[in-house]
T-cell receptor, first 114, second 112 residues
């Protein structure tokens, strides 16, 4: 049963620290998405990649967030420096990138920045 | 106007009841529509796609009204296990790429 995996599942850190979240998409999926979910804003698209190339990261605060796909099996989302307002659940999703194709979500990383 | 709007609820219904959720979207060029389900502290999962002609999957029926730009989800014979948040999801582009815009969700609570 193929699944998207994310690590860590939970992260508590102090303001100013670097946070790195990792995602392994489903094998064969060529599109990877990073979302952030909060009670106030719901699910927001931060960035997405197609065939490892970044297609859109307009939803991401550029000064502190960065997203990369060093290879087809790993996507990373980094926050440096982290701030309390970054506290949220960060989901990675993967898919085949076609119009009606569903996205499969990972279990998420729950981030708390103190 | 928000891209995808939903009534946040919660909708409290007894087991066996029929419940319906609506969702409106702002981009008339939107091509694909979905309902996702999200359980508490879990990830969203696809419940069903929404087709122009309407479609049914067991107790669930989805409808699309392009003229009024709204999508509906009907759940018949509610079960306790249907308690979750239902996310209305729209692919706002015609490019074929699966960028999805999510509503904030409608919470459903089914009680015994």
């Amino acid at each position: 049963d193929a699944r998207v995996t994310q690590t860590p599942r939970h992260k508590v850190t102090e303001m100013g620290q670097e946070v790195t979240m990792r995602c392994q998409p489903i094998l064969g999926h060529n599109t990877v998405f990073w979302y952030r979910q909060t009670m106030m804003q719901g699910l927001e698209l931060l960035a997405y990649f197609r065939n490892r190339a970044p297609l859109d990261d307009s939803g991401m605060p550029k000064d502190r967030f960065s997203a990369e796909m060093p290879d087809a099996t790993l996507a990373t989302l980094k926050i440096q420096p982290s701030e309390p307002r970054d506290s949220a659940v960060y989901f990675c999703a993967s898919g085949l990138g076609r119009g009606r194709e569903t996205q499969y979500f990972g279990p998420g990383t729950r981030l708390l920045v103190l | 106007r928000k891209e995808v709007e939903q009534d946040p609820g919660p909708f409290n219904v007894p087991e066996g009841a029929t419940v319906a959720f609506n969702c409106t979207y702002s981009n008339s060029a939107s091509q694909s529509f979905f309902w996702y389900r999200q359980d508490c502290r879990k990830e969203p999962k696809l419940l069903m796609s929404v087709y122009s002609s309407g479609n049914e999957d067991g107790r669930f029926t989805a409808q699309l009204n392009r003229a009024s730009q709204y999508i509906s989800l009907l759940i018949r014979d509610s079960k306790l296990s249907d308690s979750a948040t239902y996310l209305c999801v729209v692919n706002p582009t015609a490019s074929g790429y699966s960028t999805l815009t999510f509503g904030k969700g409608t919470m459903l609570l089914v009680s015994p």
